[in-house]
Structure formats: C-alpha cells, structure tokens
C-alpha cells in the first residue's frame, strides 16, 4: 500500500557459527493477516572473500485470499541491516 509503518522484531536465534539470525515480525498488519511472520538472515562467505547476505522471509497466513509477503515491502528494513551486518563482520 505504500504506507510507512513500524513493527516489532524479536531476534529468535543466533547462530555464530553458521553466522544465521532468526527473527519474528509483529505489527498491526502482521496480526491480522497472518499466523505468523519470520525472517532469516544468513551470511554466506565467498571463496575469494566477502560474503553474500541471504534473505527469507517465511509466513503462514491465517486464511486464503491473503497475498503473500511482498519482497519490495521490507527493502529498506534489509538494506539497513545488510549494511549494518557488513559493518559488524568488517571489525572482526
């Protein structure tokens, strides 16, 4: 819809090792179309350095007819953490 809205997110899991974080999204919009809204970030390493940031969004709905999770609507939200995460993994 185009509207600017905040949510909730609690981290679920880290896992350091396979450098994984697993979180859930709440909000309004959230609560009323879906059981519910997770979101998986995983930094894969690259032969040659760098790495690259996966991003899944998993969903349930709570009935049919509800559109899926759109991709373009947590674009700002993954560049921001994108960035952020790069900058965690550079100091190390």
């Given at each position: 819809?185009?509207?600017?809205?905040?949510?909730?997110?609690?981290?679920?899991?880290?896992?350091?090792?396979?450098?994984?974080?697993?979180?859930?999204?709440?909000?309004?919009?959230?609560?009323?179309?879906?059981?519910?809204?997770?979101?998986?970030?995983?930094?894969?390493?690259?032969?040659?350095?760098?790495?690259?940031v996966k991003w899944t969004l998993e969903y349930e709905k709570?009935?049919?007819?509800?559109?899926?999770?759109?991709?373009?609507?947590?674009?700002?939200?993954?560049?921001?953490?994108?960035?952020?995460?790069?900058?965690?993994?550079?100091?190390?």
């Amino acid at each position: 819809d185009g509207k600017k809205r905040s949510s909730t997110i609690k981290i679920e899991s880290i896992d350091d090792d396979n450098k994984i974080i697993t979180y859930s999204i709440f909000d309004e919009v959230v609560s009323e179309d879906y059981k519910s809204l997770k979101g998986i970030i995983q930094v894969i390493d690259k032969e040659n350095g760098g790495g690259i940031v996966k991003w899944t969004l998993e969903y349930e709905k709570l009935k049919d007819g509800i559109p899926g999770v759109s991709p373009e609507s947590h674009l700002d939200v993954a560049v921001k953490v994108s960035k952020e995460i790069d900058a965690h993994l550079v100091k190390e």
